[in-house]
């Protein structure tokens, strides 16, 4: 015979003979094989569900949510509901430097960029050239190609995502055990792989307990959820069709291109809803490719997806605008997102005819600035060679060491912080590099490369020999730590930071 146990959120059974708890059931929860993988994970689950875990006694190895001694022989449990710290303060959600939802307006969104203070704990480290090392790593994903979450997800603790979103894997990093478990993705759930376009998810303002976020797939959008007691997730669909972009969002409204059927319209269309799926709108979108867009960007109610051919803007309630690049310009999507001019409009780099120069963005007879040489960057934080551009995206670079002359450096990510006069950031600087920036960014292997934070201070956190694909570093917080990831390395390095306001 089994007692039965409520809590709020959770059932438990309770062995007559044997004193042990088995979880039966938990909201947002599917079925719990507690006996074969739930069982193994004690520590896991319980800080998951903020259940109580024995300090000194024997009696059970997990009691249920709110136990604060045990029935068996009296004695002190430690109870993990009461004692985890505020999620806000210490434990930031990340889904992307392309994600940050607490931005200000004025600063596009879809950007690398992060309002999270990074370099107020970054800067505190020993300044250039002393060079320093990761003070903190974990092994790489099993599936190394992949984008990070870090979210409570509507659980008691934070955790760990990394979705292989090419080959359809989710991947749970379990920080008790240091040990990463791939997901079962339920068999009536949709297939998360997509290859269409650049990867970005939508995250949930207020998630239900085990909801992720809205992802695209090859077939359509999706809602993600997961069960990582089970090490399950499911996808449902929120519309089916051939996705051709990530999707963006501006104010309440939601927004992705896809490829129509013949039984509607033929080429790209673009579909928009609300953020609950309500009210559903398509258009279509004229000449605009199937394939090869950017990650959309979200700037003064519209949202732009740039492609090799032009640039598709859309706001909501009109019909989107397709734009070709004027005759003789070609972008170099590689070399960064768009910048941002100090009047507030966006600029992209590019050809035109044997010269850089940026083409201004959203509008049909866009207004070209010619440039020196190629900038590296997004928004305000553009470096030309080894030297920032504090100023107009078109202006002269601000040249502080002539030894800079012959390095290159590439931002990964900037910190947003109204307090500072100047854009700080994470860059990856190339050593005594004189070739092309399109040809460091492509196949070439670079024989030194120095992670740097440039801010108040500029701080040398690490030094990467031979480094190949630069573009597919991928920066996340999670954990108290900012993490340096590339598919190329076994161990993803990570750097502690103070507590975050």
């Known amino acids: 015979m089994a007692y039965r146990w409520e809590t709020p959120a959770s059932v438990w059974l309770e062995d007559e003979s044997s004193g042990q708890f088995e979880l039966a059931a938990s909201e947002g929860l599917s079925r719990i094989d507690w006996q074969g993988r739930a069982r193994a994970r004690v520590a896991d689950v319980a800080h998951l569900l903020g259940a109580s875990l024995p300090a000194s006694c024997g009696c059970a190895p997990i009691y249920p949510e709110g136990f604060a001694f045990c029935p068996a022989c009296g004695r002190a449990l430690t109870k993990l509901a009461g004692q985890l710290k505020p999620q806000p303060r210490t434990q930031p959600d990340w889904w992307g430097p392309w994600s940050d939802q607490a931005l200000p307006r004025h600063v596009p969104q879809g950007l690398p960029v992060t309002s999270l203070a990074l370099g107020d704990a970054l800067e505190r480290r020993p300044a250039a050239p002393s060079v320093g090392r990761s003070e903190v790593a974990m092994p790489a994903p099993p599936n190394a190609l992949c984008v990070f979450a870090a979210g409570s997800y509507g659980f008691a603790a934070q955790r760990l995502l990394a979705l292989a979103y090419t080959r359809n894997v989710l991947q749970y990093w379990d920080p008790l055990a240091a040990i990463w478990h791939v997901m079962t993705l339920d068999e009536h759930s949709a297939d998360l792989t997509f290859t269409g376009a650049a990867y970005g998810w939508l995250p949930v303002t207020n998630p239900r307990r085990g909801e992720v976020a809205l992802v695209p797939t090859d077939k359509g959008l999706c809602r993600l959820w997961i069960d990582p007691v089970s090490e399950t997730c499911r996808a449902e669909p929120v519309f089916a069709a051939a996705v051709a972009s990530a999707p963006g969002a501006v104010g309440r409204h939601v927004a992705c291109l896809f490829i129509g059927s013949a039984a509607s319209s033929s080429g790209t269309r673009l579909w928009s809803a609300l953020a609950d799926g309500s009210q559903v709108e398509l258009y279509d979108c004229g000449d605009a490719p199937a394939a090869g867009w950017t990650r959309p960007v979200s700037y003064d109610g519209r949202i732009l997806w740039l492609h090799q051919f032009g640039q598709l803007i859309w706001q909501p309630g009109a019909p989107p605008q397709w734009l070709a690049w004027p005759r003789g310009f070609a972008p170099r999507l590689e070399l960064g997102g768009p910048t941002q001019s100090r009047d507030g ?157």
């Open 345 to 501: 409009r966006l600029w992209h780099i590019g050809h035109a005819g044997q010269a850089y120069s940026f083409v201004e963005l959203g509008k049909e007879n866009p207004q070209l600035q010619p440039i020196s040489g190629a900038r590296l960057g997004f928004g305000n934080f553009l470096f030309r060679r080894g030297h920032a551009v504090v100023n107009e995206p078109w202006d002269v670079e601000n040249v502080e060491d002539l030894h800079e002359d012959d390095d290159l450096v590439l931002p990964l990510l900037r910190g947003f912080n109204s307090n500072r006069a100047q854009p700080s950031g994470l860059v990856l600087r190339f050593h005594r590099y004189t070739g092309r920036a399109e040809e460091a960014l492509a196949g070439r292997t670079i024989a030194r490369t120095t992670v740097e934070w440039i801010g108040r201070r500029n701080v040398i956190l690490s030094e990467v020999v031979r480094l190949a694909r630069p573009l597919e570093c991928m920066p996340f917080v999670y954990d108290d730590c900012l993490w340096l990831h590339h598919p190329d390395w076994n161990q993803v390095r990570g750097w502690r930071l103070a507590e975050l306001p």
